[in-house]
């Protein structure tokens, strides 16, 4: 087998090759042609001696911390003005307190029930997450959720985080009267298998 045979045997990979070797070259020397623009930027010695030998100035200069700085002495009025922010801080104290007067009272939440809590993710929408949110309120009794007015489902939504409106949207208090009742087949016909 000569050279010529096996050229004609490969002649499709010697033309690939070919190929790839003129691209890489085209590559490699049409990039060489254009000079690359360096900008000068100035430095420290472009100055001078100068700035040069203050730099060594402060690398020889002893260390910040045995600088001894002269005592602080008052100025004598200091006494006087001493008091004006403890007024301050007590109008404004007062201020606060008469604001929390006026404020009307949030509804609190209705306070847990003597014996063991409810298993609240009976109720659709309430997983362990917030069982435990719930739970943090003082919220453990289906009795709870299903005393619950639209005044208390406002005040729960900011407690809730990610999870607020969730109770109005699955109907919460719905749900705990029928399983406070123990309406078993009420509820399944409403809102599914328990």
Request: no cysteine.
């Amino acid at each position: 087998m000569t050279i010529t045979d096996v050229i004609q045997a490969n002649w499709l990979i010697f033309v690939a090759a070919l190929l790839v070797a003129v691209l890489v070259a085209w590559w490699l020397f049409g990039r060489g042609g254009k000079p690359q623009v360096r900008e000068r930027r100035p430095d420290v010695l472009d100055e001078g001696a100068a700035p040069a030998q203050r730099n060594q100035a402060l690398i020889d200069a002893p260390p910040a911390a045995a600088f001894q700085a002269p005592p602080i002495t008052p100025p004598p009025a200091a006494g006087v003005f001493a008091g004006i922010g403890e007024v301050i801080a007590h109008g404004a104290e007062e201020e606060v307190e008469a604001a929390q007067a006026q404020a009307p009272e949030e509804p609190q939440p209705v306070t847990p029930q003597a014996g063991e809590p409810d298993d609240l993710r009976r109720i659709k929408g309430i997983g362990p997450k917030l069982v435990t949110t719930l739970h943090a309120l003082g919220v453990t009794r289906y009795a709870q959720i299903a005393a619950w007015t639209d005044a208390d489902l406002d005040a729960l939504d900011p407690q809730l985080g990610a999870f607020a409106g969730r109770p109005r949207r699955d109907s919460w208090v719905e749900q705990a009267k029928l399983l406070e009742s123990g309406d078993t087949g009420g509820y399944e016909a409403r809102f599914g298998k328990l």
